[in-house]
């Protein structure tokens, strides 16, 4: 039985994507703040929750926020809030970085796995034409690099494993609900589907990746 690891399970995507899962008939182990105590800017959590877990054919780290404490994504450079800016690293970069720590137990080493870090276009440097978003930007494209590195140890010893950031669009959840009509949404169902797909055709040729909801390469 396919074993996967969703963290984050409890919002509108991670939730979806453990369903998504169990529906094809996978073991699915779910982690959340708020059902498991799971702590994922907290060293001490992640390892108590991850150190004696694993090996998952599929991982997926579906945390995140774009507002913390209420801080709302910057329009302009000139509303940086050095507290808001670390807030935004601590949960969407040094979070998944806690998380990748534990790779190598969380992966077999000799079977095909895929760990999938939900990112977001806006992390994308080459990609970047409007400005704004400052905080969020930044961690999003600290994550990418966090994964990119991450991927490139782990091929030493998982050669078999896909190490990717994985873009899923604008999805209609809790977090985006102020943002929606900016750009089309689709129901976390989909985007569960959509990102399942992908990591189903995902192998250690596109390992160290950045793909959006697609399967499409978005640049770094």
Sequence with gaps: ???????????????AMADGFKARGAHVDRLSRSVDGFDITDAGSVAAHLSDRGPYARVVVATGALEIGGAAPEKTIKSLDAGAMMDQFALNAVGPALVLRHAHGLLDRDAPGVLAVLSARVGSIEDNRIGGWISYRAAKAAVNQVVRTASVELARTHRQAAIVALHPGTVKTAFTEKYLGRHPAVEPGQAASELIAVMDGLGPAQTGGFFDYSGAEVPW
């Design 1 to 15: 039985m396919e074993k996967v690891l969703i963290i984050g399970a409890s919002g509108g995507i991670g939730s």
